[in-house]
T-cell receptor, first 115, second 112 residues
Framework: DGGITQSPKYLFRKEGQNVTLSCEQN?????MYWYRQDPGQGLRLIYY???????QKGDIAEGYSVSREKKESFPLTVTSAQKNPTAFYLC??????????????FGAGTRLSVL | GQNIDQPTEMTATEGAIVQINCTYQ??????LFWYQQHAGEAPTFLSY????GLEEKGRFSSFLSRSKGYSYLLLKELQMKDSASYLC?????????????FGAGTRLFVKA
């Protein structure tokens, strides 16, 4: 079955540590996104990528980094510069073509906490 | 600025009908989406409106008025499994179509 796989489901970060969240999709979608979800707030866009080897900052990119070396993969690194990383992180993709081109398909999420 | 407003919480009874409203102010408009999100899970797509009017999909319907910056999601014959958060999202047309703004979500509690 096609879908988006995020791992790990839960992640703990120590002070000063960088951690990487994995996002893999087998939907053959060109565009991929990373969102952060905090209680009582809407999803906020961290980074997005329209095609391989290209990505753009979203609204809250500071303290995060991404890469897009393969169409299927869009990992997110939460760096030590992100001082408040505790949140639910969601990866998504969109088909980009057809009637459903802008519908976002989400992974199951990674819940990151600080030790 | 751009923002989306929707009620924080709503409670309804099993078997009843509930309407969740959403108002938006965005720079450009190219579609409004509704997603359902159960606690601790990923959002899943429910409906999409780009033209004014009502879109019906089984027990779920969504309405859009672009001139008023207003949408609602109508859920009929409520079931306990409909207890979830409902996210209203708008795609702006001045961003190449790659940025969607999400509301904070409306938590719906369905009681027996």
């Amino acid at each position: 079955d096609g879908g988006i796989t995020q791992s790990p489901k839960y992640l703990f970060r120590k002070e000063g540590q960088n951690v990487t969240l994995s996002c893999e999709q087998n939907l053959n979608h060109d565009a991929m996104y990373w969102y952060r979800q905090d209680p009582g707030q809407g999803l906020r866009l961290i980074y997005y990528s329209q095609i391989v080897n290209d990505f753009q900052k979203g609204d809250i990119a500071e303290g995060y980094s991404v890469s897009r070396e393969k169409k299927e993969s869009f990992p997110l690194t939460v760096t030590s510069a992100q001082k408040n990383p505790t949140a639910f992180y969601l990866c998504a993709s969109t088909p980009g073509t057809g009637i459903a081109k802008n519908i976002q398909y989400f992974g199951a999420g990674t819940r990151l906490s600080v030790l | 600025g751009q923002n989306i407003d929707q009620p924080t919480e709503m409670t309804a009874t099993e078997g009843a009908i509930v309407q969740i409203n959403c108002t938006y102010q965005t720079s450009g408009f190219n579609g409004l989406f509704w997603y359902q999100q159960h606690a601790g899970e990923a959002p899943t797509f429910l409906s999409y409106n780009v033209l004014d009017g009502l879109e019906e999909k089984g027990r779920f319907s969504s309405f859009l008025s672009r001139s008023k910056g207003y949408s609602y999601l109508l859920l009929k014959e409520l079931q306990m499994k409909d207890s979830a958060s409902y996210l209203c999202a708008v795609r702006g047309s001045n961003t190449g179509g790659f940025k969607t703004i999400f509301g904070a979500g409306t938590r719906l509690f369905v009681k027996a």
